[in-house]
């Protein structure tokens, strides 16, 4: 039997989406189809399973290339419950390039996703959003870590950049929606000296070694003043601008901690401890969502328990 063709989000009717939402074998597009289903922001994608051939891969992004309006497409992959060593995708490329990426993870077993393109190095605002309680009916907290322009998601969860700006709310009842007042929140800044120089230099060689070298745009041994003449010529100057995070993390609270509790309360794990997603606001201007990760649920238990409590919801 024939395996069906990937349909991109859109093309899926409400009750597609409930099932895939509730489908924990790719917890990537699981969460993909729950934010679509719940009308939150997210890109338009497309799910390849393995199995699938290049033919396949190749007219599934042409479908979804020609719905966006594109001739360029991301790349991510979702290995179900992962090991702490897996495919870090976000890159895009053009359609003929996608099954050639593509066809090495699905030999590996993985599945792709194709989505629309974004371009990481013009963000205006990226939010890490956590979500704990320390049992069900047990009143927990709210954490909002957020970057300026310039910088992406992947900076906070694996980049090992520390945010800008935190806010912190104490006391949130997830069963019970109660507005938090303004006094409530907690703000802080990273007061570090040289801070922002260092958090930009880092930036740059995670550009440097990692989404430039994929994507193609430099080879051989480069650092970050590789990346930095690249963005100049370019004119994405966005990171060397002033990073205005406090005032535009302060403005999306409100709505950022709204989101957080319709998601807490759209979960299927009753018994959560902690969430987390993230948030972004791209150049158009333009809000998206991430994943949405339980933090038990992220890696595999052949990870040692350690790792698995210092990777929780990371």
Same mark, same amino acid.
């Given at each position: 039997?024939?395996?069906?063709?990937?349909?991109?989000?859109?093309?899926?009717?409400?009750?597609?989406?409930?099932?895939?939402?509730?489908?924990?074998?790719?917890?990537?597009?699981?969460?993909?189809?729950?934010?679509?289903?719940?009308?939150?922001?997210?890109?338009?994608?497309?799910?390849?399973?393995?199995?699938?051939?290049?033919?396949?891969?190749?007219?599934?992004?042409?479908?979804?290339?020609?719905?966006?309006?594109?001739?360029?497409?991301?790349?991510?992959?979702?290995?179900?419950?992962?090991?702490?060593?897996?495919?870090?995708?976000?890159?895009?490329?053009?359609?003929?390039?996608?099954?050639?990426?593509?066809?090495?993870?699905?030999?590996?077993?993985?599945?792709?996703?194709?989505?629309?393109?974004?371009? !990481?190095?013009?963000? !205006?605002?990226?939010?890490?959003?956590?979500?704990?309680?320390?049992?069900?009916?047990?009143?927990?907290?709210?954490?909002?870590?957020?970057?300026?322009?310039?910088?992406?998601?992947?900076?906070?969860?694996?980049?090992?950049?520390?945010?800008?700006?935190?806010?912190?709310?104490?006391?949130?009842?997830?069963?019970?929606?109660?507005?938090?007042?303004?006094?409530?929140?907690?703000?802080?800044?990273?007061?570090?000296?040289?801070?922002?120089?260092?958090?930009?230099? !880092?930036?740059?060689?995670?550009?440097?070694?990692?989404?430039?070298?994929?994507?193609?745009?430099?080879?051989?041994?480069?650092?970050?003043?590789?990346?930095?003449?690249?963005?100049?010529?370019?004119?994405?100057?966005?990171?060397?601008?002033?990073?205005?995070?406090?005032?535009?993390?302060?403005?999306?609270?409100?709505?950022?901690?709204?989101?957080?509790?319709?998601?807490?309360?759209?979960?299927?794990?009753?018994?959560?401890?902690?969430?987390?997603?993230?948030?972004?606001?791209?150049?158009?201007?333009?809000?998206?969502?991430?994943?949405?990760?339980?933090?038990?649920?992220?890696?595999?238990?052949?990870?040692?328990?350690?790792?698995?409590?210092?990777?929780?919801?990371?």
């Amino acid at each position: 039997m024939a395996i069906p063709l990937p349909r991109p989000l859109h093309a899926l009717t409400a009750s597609e989406l409930t099932a895939a939402a509730k489908d924990r074998r790719w917890p990537k597009w699981q969460t993909m189809a729950l934010l679509r289903s719940l009308r939150l922001p997210v890109l338009d994608a497309c799910l390849i399973e393995p199995g699938h051939g290049s033919a396949a891969v190749l007219t599934a992004a042409h479908v979804l290339a020609s719905a966006a309006g594109t001739e360029r497409l991301m790349i991510r992959s979702d290995g179900g419950v992962e090991k702490k060593q897996y495919y870090r995708g976000g890159n895009t490329f053009a359609v003929e390039e996608i099954p050639h990426r593509a066809a090495a993870l699905l030999t590996d077993g993985r599945a792709v996703i194709l989505a629309e393109p974004t371009n !990481r190095f013009t963000n !205006r605002l990226t939010v890490l959003i956590r979500m704990d309680r320390p049992g069900p009916g047990r009143p927990g907290s709210l954490t909002l870590e957020a970057l300026g322009p310039g910088y992406d998601v992947a900076d906070l969860t694996r980049g090992q950049i520390p945010p800008q700006v935190t806010a912190h709310l104490e006391d949130i009842d997830w069963n019970h929606y109660r507005p938090p007042r303004w006094n409530e929140w907690i703000i802080t800044g990273d007061r570090c000296p040289g801070g922002e120089d260092a958090r930009r230099h !880092r930036r740059l060689r995670r550009l440097a070694s990692q989404t430039l070298a994929d994507g193609g745009h430099l080879d051989g041994t480069v650092g970050a003043e590789h990346a930095e003449a690249w963005l100049r010529e370019r004119g994405f100057l966005h990171l060397f601008a002033p990073q205005p995070t406090r005032e535009a993390l302060a403005k999306r609270s409100r709505r950022l901690f709204e989101d957080a509790f319709f998601l807490a309360a759209a979960q299927t794990n009753r018994n959560w401890h902690c969430l987390a997603t993230a948030f972004s606001v791209f150049e158009e201007p333009r809000t998206v969502y991430w994943d949405l990760v339980d933090g038990e649920r992220k890696y595999a238990a052949t990870a040692p328990a350690a790792a698995r409590h210092e990777e929780r919801a990371a």
